[in-house]
Each structure stands twice: as C-alpha cells, then as structure tokens.
C-alpha cells in the first residue's frame, strides 16, 4: 500500500497509511473524532460531510464527539471500516484525494483531548524484569519475585479522574514520607518523582456483570493501545504501600498520548511473549503470539533545553499479555466498560539501558544520570519533562504513538 503522491509525510514518520489512528482533536474549538497522516490531522467530521465515509452504522454525531466512547462503541465492523475507507482515500491511484485534503489540518494548529472517557483505569504490574529489580532492591535479591507473580497477572485499581492527555503539566505531588532512619513520617513534597514507562489498551466493548471474557476471545475486546506513563512518587509510595498498595504515590496523575493507534494497525507487529514457567492455570492458557514488537523510548528534557534518552525498551518483554490481562481481570465477573483503560506497568527490558523508571535507571539514585548540560538525575527535578516514544517497524511498515509528555511543576 503506497500513500498518494500528493500527501507528503516526513520520513520515518509514526502516522503513516499503516496506522491511521483515531484521536479527539478541536477543530475550531469544537471537538471532533479525528484521525492522522504524517504531520496532518484529518477531520472526520468534515470528512463524512463530503461523503467520503459511507461506513454503515455511522452518524454523524458520533463523530461530533468530546471522546472516542460513542465511535468505539460502535464496534470493529464500523471503527475498522471508517481506518481501511480512510486508508482507500490517501492511497495512491485515489480518485477523491482533492476531496480528503480538504479534510486536513496542520498538527500544531489542533489541540487533542483525552482521546477517551475512562470510567475506570487498572494499573498491571506485568513486566518480570522490573519486578525482579524492585524485589532485589526492598526484599531478598535470591527471592525477588512474590509467591503469587508467576501465577496471575498482578494490579491495582487506580484513578482515571487524574488521567492527562500529553502536553498537561504535572504538578510535584506532596504527602506522608519516612526519611531514612527515621520512626516518624514528615509530610511534604515528595522528593522521589518517578516515571513509569507504560503503554495501555483502550476496551473496545463491555461485558455483563457477573460474565468473564475467556482468554481466547479477550483480543476481539481490545480497541486498540496508547503510550501511558504513570508518574510515581517513590518516597510517598513506599511509606503507603504496604499493605493495601499504591495509594498518594501514584493518583496525582497518568499521561497518555492523545492517539489510540488500533489493534489492526499492530497486527503486523505481533510476536512470541516469554516462556512462562510454571505452566498457568487454565483460565490463563493461550496459544499463539500475543506480544507486540514495539520499540520504547523516554527523553528527558531539563529545563535548561539539555536532552537524554534516557532508556529504550520493548513491550515484547511483557511477561503477562493483554488477553491475560483482561481474562484475569474479568474471572470473577467484573464487568468491563467501553473506554476502559488497562496498563502494563512499568515495562523494564532485561539489561540497564532498558529499564523504564528512574528507580531502576539509577538504582534508587545510587547511580545518577548524567545529562548533556552538566547536570545529573537521581530522580526528577522541577522543570524537567518526560517524553515517551514508542513505534513499531518491519518490512518498511511503520506503525508509531507519537509521544507522550509532561512538565514537572513545583508542589502547590
């Protein structure tokens, strides 16, 4: 598939005709269901008023839309035929190609929303080369992993209130903190700002209360993913967690990208996930390839405009796939919802240079970052942005995320 000789894109561009992700953007100040080619935002509202998306079961006031709930909901027969109509109409050889264009408008030129209402959010804890680092750092390095790790894909219940699109500032969290060597807490701003280099997938369609999505038919219930970094404040976190868990640490806020690139526009990138030993229960067993060769990044910018990447991961090493996930999730009878949100977790490779928070970058600040301006990072510093990157390539066919980005500000 060619993209038409008069749209041009930038080279080793994320959004090319292989993607055509869907997004929320305001066009005029009103929001509308849009896509992306290279460095243009397609309006989808404009585009069903000139006729060229005669995808049946689509109104125009689904795509009238402050979030992509109403299209999702919609399911993969209208969602997927809206991607491969668009992709018809920027390929080469269109006939309507005049038509589409009129349909775009330049990216910095588009605020996006939160692509999607998250009603609920589940935080996972899915990679074991970081659950293996967090246990060798605060539990016994000869037993990192808990009892039940291997067994059942772990998580949480987290905050979907505080989930931002990326661009939003995020302000240094304050709460409870037990200095070291000390028997009582201080309270104040956390001092330990983290990042957790994540993606998530977006639910594409409910079940009932009391009804469980099987393992093998979880994949028809993915929409699609986003880059997502759930901001940790290691020192609030740790005085808290134990023994319900993330707490003050973590609901201040989520950054998620402003694209949900669709499970279609990965398929090509599907690979192979680790072995898991011991063999899982049934409930959990599946065969074939169910991770995804996605390549990870995360920038630091200081305020000074110095900049290190300062790891570069893979959502291939998940150890826990998102059909587990959501099995998992779902056995008990949890009812599900359209725009749901599931994360993976901090995604951690198996070498140093691949590890996806700072906690482990520095080995809880033991060893610091050293930064192009002379500075160094043990954990994040006022002033300072994250961007997460993430794209998939193979065969010439590149599938990306754009980024995913926020400023630390002071505490309030």
């Not at 990965?266 to 959990?284: A, H, N, S, T």
Request: hydrophobic share 40%; charged share 20%; with cysteine.
């Amino acid at each position: 598939m060619q993209l038409h000789q008069d749209i041009a894109i930038p080279a080793n561009s994320d959004f090319t005709i292989y993607n055509i992700p869907f997004g929320v953007g305001q066009i005029d100040g009103v929001p509308h269901v849009c896509s992306r080619i290279g460095d243009f935002v397609v309006d989808l509202v404009a585009c069903h008023a000139h006729g060229l998306l005669p995808v049946e079961g689509l109104d125009a006031g689904t795509l009238q839309s402050a979030s992509l709930n109403r299209f999702i909901d919609q399911g993969k027969s209208v969602t997927n035929a809206v991607r491969l109509t668009l992709q018809s109409l920027l390929s080469s050889g269109a006939s309507e190609v005049d038509k589409i264009k009129r349909c775009f408008h330049p990216v910095e030129e588009v605020p996006m929303l939160l692509p999607v209402h998250v009603g609920d959010y589940t935080d996972f804890y899915s990679s074991k080369e970081h659950a293996t680092n967090l246990g060798k750092m605060f539990r016994d390095p000869a037993n990192a992993l808990l009892p039940n790790w291997l067994h059942i894909p772990v998580g949480y219940h987290g905050r979907a209130s505080s989930i931002v699109v990326s661009g939003t500032p995020v302000r240094r969290p304050k709460g409870q903190m037990l200095p070291a060597g000390a028997d009582t807490p201080v309270f104040g701003p956390s001092r330990l700002l983290d990042i957790e280099l994540e993606m998530a997938f977006v639910v594409g369609k409910s079940n009932p209360l009391g009804s469980r999505i099987e393992v093998q038919d979880a994949a028809s219930y993915l929409f699609g993913m986003a880059l997502f970094n759930d901001w940790s404040a290691r020192d609030i976190q740790k005085w808290e967690y134990i023994p319900l868990g993330p707490f003050l640490g973590k609901n201040f806020a989520s950054t998620m990208s402003p694209w949900i690139v669709t499970m279609e526009a990965l398929e090509p990138f599907r690979v192979q996930g680790p072995k898991q030993e011991p063999e899982v229960l049934d409930y959990l067993k599946i065969q074939g390839a169910h991770n995804y060769d996605i390549q990870l990044f995360a920038d630091l910018i200081t305020p000074s405009g110095a900049k290190k990447t300062i790891t570069h991961t893979n959502f291939k090493y998940m150890y826990w796939n998102m059909s587990q996930q959501l099995a998992h999730h779902t056995v008990n009878g949890c009812n599900m919802q359209v725009g749901d949100l599931c994360a993976s977790g901090t995604i951690s490779g198996p070498e140093p240079g691949s590890y996806g928070s700072l906690l482990e970058i520095t080995w809880r600040g033991e060893h610091p970052i050293s930064i192009p301006d002379g500075t160094e990072r043990k954990f994040l510093l006022d002033g300072d942005t994250i961007t997460l990157r993430g794209y998939a390539e193979r065969d010439g066919i590149r599938v990306g995320f754009g980024e995913a980005s926020g400023k630390i500000l002071p505490a309030g």
